[in-house]
């Protein structure tokens, strides 16, 4: 296995006596051998229910039609990440290890990895039994898998689609093989609270790792009044913004991309929104340095005067 966790008797403090990700936590470390490459790499976070398997396969499917080789990796039990590239619900890592004793050694790459819509390259990693391991584990094992195979030596860009705003240990592992971390946000409460713990989850992995924030996507939303408050006082920057469009719902229950779907002026407007992030995050995205803050004060600064 390699994956170790952090022994409470060492929290506050890493190997060599180096400090911790967060004063206090209890963090799972990845094996510093299991390096993803030369790949850009990008992390997807935001709120359960806030689209990011939608934005996440849409941006998969705008890098794909840049010319990149990419790979989508779901990091959800559910996994949903990749149906609407695949038509189809794919067996996680987990899964398709258990049915050969965890011996990974035992799999073939058309095992775990399937091709999606465009050439985009899917992968559910799943994740462990409700209430027993660690989703670190399941993430580490992904990366192993796919070097082991050398699918990793042939990929231009990586998106992690990661559950939740869970930032524990185990589903914040994506951000120690991640460049650029991107957080999807709607204009509301809920979804900006859920922002301010993800941007201090990222500040805690970026003391010993090198990802860095992004920016952030606005989805489903019309507005972005309040997305622009949190991000004035904050210092984020809002990459990328997409409305509240019905074809947007009815392409997850075709089982397709948006980019599949029928042609339209409103349609066009988001492939193009999609294809010109794409082009931005090739290009490279300066990191941001952001001070989240207070839970009190969230509730005090956003809503109507």
């Not at 967060?22 to 359960?48: C, R, T």
């Not at 719902?249 to 980019?259: G, H």
């Not at 001070?291 to 969230?298: A, E, F, G, N």
């Amino acid at each position: 296995m390699n994956i170790e966790s952090v022994p409470i008797s060492n929290i506050g403090r890493g190997r060599g006596g180096r400090p911790e990700d967060g004063e206090g936590s209890v963090q799972v470390q990845l094996d510093p051998k299991l390096k993803i490459g030369n790949a850009k790499v990008f992390a997807i976070y935001g709120k359960g229910g806030i689209g990011k398997s939608t934005t996440s396969s849409n941006l998969s499917v705008a890098f794909s039609k840049l010319g990149k080789r990419v790979l989508q990796i779901g990091c959800d039990p559910k996994h949903d990440s990749t149906f609407t590239l695949t038509k189809k619900m794919m067996p996680t890592v987990i899964d398709v290890l258990e049915t050969v004793n965890f011996h990974a050694e035992e799999l073939r790459v058309e095992d775990f990895v399937y091709e999606g819509y465009n050439g985009v390259m899917c992968v559910e990693a799943g994740g462990p039994p409700a209430g027993t391991g660690c989703g670190g584990y399941v993430v580490g094992q992904t990366v192993k898998l796919l070097k082991e195979h050398h699918l990793l030596e042939d990929t231009d860009v990586v998106i992690f689609d990661v559950l939740g705003d869970v930032v524990c240990g185990g589903f914040a592992a994506p951000l120690q093989h991640a460049d650029r971390a991107l957080i999807v946000t709607a204009n509301d409460f809920d979804s900006i609270f859920a922002m301010n713990r993800i941007v201090q989850a990222i500040g805690a992995k970026a003391k010993n790792y090198n990802v860095r924030l992004g920016g952030v996507i606005a989805n489903r939303s019309n507005e972005t009044d309040q997305i622009d408050k949190y991000n004035a006082r904050v210092g984020l920057q809002t990459m990328a913004q997409f409305p509240m469009l019905d074809v947007i719902r009815r392409s997850r229950l075709k089982k397709a991309t948006l980019f599949e779907m029928e042609d339209s002026p409103e349609l066009k407007a988001v492939q193009d929104e999609y294809l010109r992030l794409a082009a931005k995050l090739w290009a490279g995205v300066d990191p941001m340095i952001c001070d989240p803050m207070k839970d009190r004060d969230i509730f005090d600064l956003l809503g109507f005067d």
